[in-house]
């Protein structure tokens, strides 16, 4: 499969969308709003972050 950057971006907010959706259905104790303040905002810097890595790493093992 061939990710390009228009796909790696709609896949990572398909699974962050999918992941605070579910979040937000779930019968847990917790506002819509504090999810949409609290964890959306932190789900995105961490996947980010992570992405970061991964593609770092990917260009790493595919030069190395």
């Given amino acids: 499969m ?3 950057l228009t796909r790696t971006v709609v ?3 398909a699974l ?5 959706g579910v979040l ?7 506002a819509a709003s504090t999810i949409a303040m609290m964890v959306l905002p ?3 810097v961490f ?4 992405l970061g890595i991964g593609v ?9």
Avoid at 24 to 30: D, K, N, S, T, W
């Fill in 24 to 30: 937000i259905l779930a019968p847990i104790p917790m």
């Fill in 42 to 44: 932190s789900t995105l």
């Fill in 56 to 64: 770092a790493h990917g260009q790493y093992r595919a030069t190395h």
């Fill in 47 to 50: 996947g980010a972050i992570c």
């Fill in 11 to 13: 896949a990572f907010l």
């Fill in 16 to 20: 962050v969308i999918v992941g605070n």
């Fill in 2 to 4: 061939e990710l390009d």
